[in-house]
């Protein structure tokens, strides 16, 4: 079996826990919310977009997805965080956790070792180490979530060593409560881990590898799964940004069929109209999981998940704070995986507009 690779891309939020040299005591906070309207002709019997997908989920309705409210705090070797959050996305995202921690968005407290590199442990519920894309829509470029990021964790729980050496490497080892989890039995605690290793080599170019190797739940039975995402994402010039991105999952299997593997690829490209204000972006996604490990088809369970999906998406910034993204986004398949009011088909085309408005204090 292999221990894999990937992270994180794209124009993210560079919210202080993120900052290197900290010269001062910090305080910063966050008020952000997005809510958005979606068309789907096809009018799904569920009511809803495809399972699959944990954000913006209603079909010909609106709602508010995510609702946050953040606060950092840091001085030279201490630093915590708090986030609460409400919407769609945290009912759906954390339906599995305690009901105590299903509007924890991040709450975590880390110490600095060193004074002349970065050196750090934080330990509580922080955003994953994999993944291309965070729960905080204006950070992503793509106005909708990709397949792979909504099955993929958005958070986890566990401890993380860090190392940064300079402005150019970033290195990571974690240990957690397993695949996207809060809460964890005992007896699983110490069996999940993960690894980032990220290369900046200049402010154009990121390359990025993250993995995770741990057990997760399969009909009460605890099974061995291995991710590794790699990506590169790179700015062609100052308007012209392209990423791709390659995710691999494996699971052990039964004594018999030895292990199950997926995976998906996944390219985006993004043209800044007008710098700050307008800008484009198109996206291609193909994911396979032919043993349904991460979803198991609504229109019939004995149906082989294999999904392309292509979007399209315009961005507008009317002022500071404020977002609006408009996005058309087309999926198909070999398999009749969506509904047409209650009938299987192959295709599904919607429409969605999404606006949201960010607020950041910091001193």
Not at 97 to 114: C, D, K, M, N, V
């Given at each position: ?15 202080p826990?993120q ?13 952000y919310?997005?809510?958005y ?26 709602a ?21 959050m ?50 905080i ?24 060593l860090?190392?940064?050496?300079g ?25 999940n ?10 402010g154009?170019?990121t ?56 995976n ?42 294999n ?27 070999p398999q009749p ?27």
């Amino acid at each position: 079996m292999r221990f894999g690779c990937c992270l994180l891309l794209m124009e993210l939020f560079t919210f202080p826990a993120q900052a290197q040299t900290p010269v001062k005591d910090s305080l910063a906070l966050q008020l952000y919310a997005e809510v958005y309207a979606s068309l789907i002709p096809d009018k799904p019997v569920t009511g809803k977009r495809p399972g699959y997908f944990y954000n913006y989920t209603s079909s010909n309705s609106a709602a508010v997805n995510l609702a946050l409210a953040r606060v950092f705090y840091q001085r030279a070797k201490v630093r915590s965080s708090l986030g609460l959050m409400a919407g769609t996305y945290a009912k759906n995202n954390l339906a599995g956790e305690q009901p105590w921690a299903r509007h924890l968005y991040e709450a975590s407290i880390g110490y600095r070792f060193t004074n002349r590199e970065q050196v750090w442990l934080d330990a509580g519920v922080f955003p994953s180490h994999i993944g291309a894309e965070t729960a905080i829509g204006r950070d992503n470029w793509t106005a909708t979530r990709s397949i792979v990021a909504d099955n993929s964790p958005y958070y986890e729980t566990g401890l993380r060593l860090s190392y940064k050496p300079g402005s150019q490497w970033y290195f990571a080892l974690l240990t957690l409560n397993g695949w996207q989890r809060i809460t964890a039995p005992l007896n699983q605690l110490g069996a999940n881990w993960g690894m980032q290793v990220t290369y900046t080599p200049n402010g154009m170019v990121t390359f990025n590898s993250s993995s995770f190797i741990g057990k997760v739940k399969d009909n009460d039975v605890y099974k061995t799964r291995i991710y590794s995402n790699l990506y590169v994402s790179a700015w062609l010039s100052k308007r012209v940004g392209f990423f791709a991105g390659w995710d691999f999952g494996m699971q052990e299997g039964s004594a018999v069929s030895g292990s199950y593997a997926w995976n998906d690829l996944s390219a985006q490209l993004r043209c800044k109209i007008i710098p700050d204000k307008l800008a484009l972006t198109a996206r291609y996604e193909q994911m396979n999981d032919p043993y349904n490990l991460l979803y198991l088809p609504e229109v019939r369970p004995d149906l082989k998940f294999n999904v392309r999906l292509a979007s399209l998406n315009a961005d507008w910034v009317p002022r500071n704070g404020f977002l609006i993204r408009g996005e058309i986004n087309y999926q198909t398949s070999p398999q009749p995986l969506f509904f047409r009011q209650s009938t299987g088909v192959h295709q599904q085309f919607s429409a969605f507009l999404i606006a949201s408005y960010n607020f950041q204090f910091s001193k």
